[in-house]
């Protein structure tokens, strides 16, 4: 077997810097850290972007990232500081806010271009995704041929919660980005290569183990500048929140992101935990439900309530679960996760496809990292095996496949069961691996035979169920439909 080659190794290093430090040299004046507080839902404290417009003294940013809160103030990199503001319009057919800074400060407003942007051209998002302390840029975002509204872009679950928050309107016209953008980037601006406004990034609604997101295009800059709808019942306290706030939090929550979060190194991204799910939240949208279901028939009872941790990569959108409570460890190439002592093993790995690879090698590689040696004994599990890859009409192309490992012994039985996830889309590949390592002590021990190693506990098939589940979830979040898409397996 051969390890990844350290040629195909992208290491992405992103400095950061904490509040009160020097600002990193490409700090913008005109975007902000938008920060609320005391706000409705789960949790109190909520990370965004906004961006000087129209004055030196106003800023943009997306309404659901405020709405409920009772302390907002915006965070000036430029400046070392933080400022209060107070909403002074909101527009929540497009869920946009604009915000007045308080005192003499004053930033550099940007200009938009209000004509839709036409379809391939590039933009880029500048501001705070992930919830880091230093801005950085965002890109390339792809402008999709996509729907013109936005109920046309997103899941129908996505669009009932969007109906149950009331806002943005499913008949707004969105801009299709190829690509998703990250939490804590709504309200950031999507920038042409002049430097101008063409879209306002969007979204952050849950969906599944993943979120939806997508960009309202700056021609509705116009309309919040005109909107006439009271400001004065989105910052309000807790006790007088109405249900339509407490209902838009939920709705949002894949938005808020927690800045403290674990983060681990797995391939070249950094995964950043962020949020907990039943397998009958996560298998909400699950990119293949019929494998999804045949895995839950066979492991038999009711298994909608076993928890997952979620990880998330903000900028490919590459999302993979762990059965809740293992910790997950960097290791070379990938990171690893170990159950019932190592008994059974967990491997990940997201990897940028680095510019004329073939994804298709980089996915050979993966196999073959994660396999025990040696490679020839490892047979395909047909039961358990994609024919052909699944392919999703954002470009998302996915395999699951299984092997025993039939290494000859006396005992006649394999030694180890695989199951695994290879997945990829623009430029990012997804490798997540579960591996039962004493399979020949567990048959034996079942039919009350002398085996070479101790029992396996009791529940050794129940956490391999969990682990085998994790595994058939990892995907990507959604981003524009392009049915264009070729598949590389």
């Not at 990193?24 to 507080?37: E, F, G, Q, S, T």
């Not at 997306?62 to 070392?80: F, T």
């Amino acid at each position: 077997m051969t390890r990844l080659h350290p040629s195909l190794v992208v290491i992405l290093a992103v400095a950061v810097f904490e509040p009160g430090s020097k600002p990193p040299p490409l700090a913008r004046p005109d975007i902000l850290r938008v920060h609320a507080n005391s706000c409705a839902g789960e949790r109190q404290s909520r990370v965004g972007t906004g961006f000087a417009w129209n004055s030196a003294k106003q800023v943009v940013t997306a309404l659901h990232v405020i709405a409920g809160c009772e302390r907002l103030s915006v965070y000036s990199e430029r400046d070392q500081q933080a400022y209060k503001v107070a909403v002074v319009r909101v527009l929540q057919r497009a869920d946009l806010a604009l915000v007045e800074v308080a005192g003499t400060v004053t930033f550099p407003p940007i200009f938009e271009i209000s004509a839709h942007p036409a379809a391939n051209i590039n933009l880029t998002a500048w501001g705070y995704g992930e919830g880091i302390p230093s801005m950085r840029d965002f890109s390339p975002l792809r402008v999709a041929n996509g729907a013109p509204t936005l109920e046309g872009n997103i899941p129908s679950e996505v669009a009932n919660d969007l109906r149950r928050a009331g806002s943005p309107a499913l008949d707004l016209l969105v801009i299709s980005i190829d690509a998703p953008l990250a939490p804590g980037l709504s309200g950031a601006p999507l920038l042409d290569a002049s430097g101008r406004v063409r879209a306002i990034a969007d979204g952050g609604v849950h969906h599944g183990i993943t979120h939806v997101s997508w960009a309202i295009p700056a021609r509705y800059l116009a309309e919040l500048m005109q909107s006439t709808e009271s400001a004065a019942a989105i910052g309000v306290p807790n006790a007088h929140l109405s249900a339509a706030e407490v209902a838009r939090a939920e709705v949002f929550s894949a938005d808020q992101v927690d800045p403290a979060g674990q983060r681990i190194r797995c391939g070249t991204a950094t995964l950043r935990r962020t949020r907990a799910r039943t397998l009958l939240e996560a298998e909400i949208g699950n990119d293949s439900p019929q494998g999804l279901q045949q895995l839950k028939s066979f492991f038999g009872g009711d298994p909608s309530t076993i928890s997952f941790d979620v990880y998330e990569d903000g900028i490919s959108g590459a999302t993979v679960a762990v059965p809740s409570g293992v910790t997950l460890q960097s290791q070379g190439p990938a990171c690893r996760g170990s159950l019932l002592n190592g008994q059974i093993e967990m491997i990940v790995s997201v990897t940028a496809i680095p510019p004329g690879s073939n994804p298709n090698i980089i996915s050979s590689q993966f196999e073959d990292y994660v396999a025990t040696p040696p490679a020839t004994t490892w047979m395909a599990d047909a039961g358990w095996s994609y024919l052909a890859p699944f392919l999703r009409p954002d470009g998302l192309v996915v395999r699951r496949k299984a092997f025993a490992h039939a290494v000859p012994n006396e005992y006649g039985l394999p030694t180890e069961y695989l199951f695994e996830t290879l997945a990829a889309r623009n430029n990012t590949f997804v490798g997540v691996a579960a591996i039962r390592r004493n399979d020949i002590a567990f048959v034996l021990c079942q039919r009350g035979l002398a085996s070479p190693n101790p029992c396996p506990p009791p529940n050794y098939q129940q956490v391999w169920a969990q682990t085998a589940l994790s595994v058939h979830l990892a995907t990507f979040a959604i981003s524009a439909l392009n049915p264009n898409k070729s598949a590389w397996y």
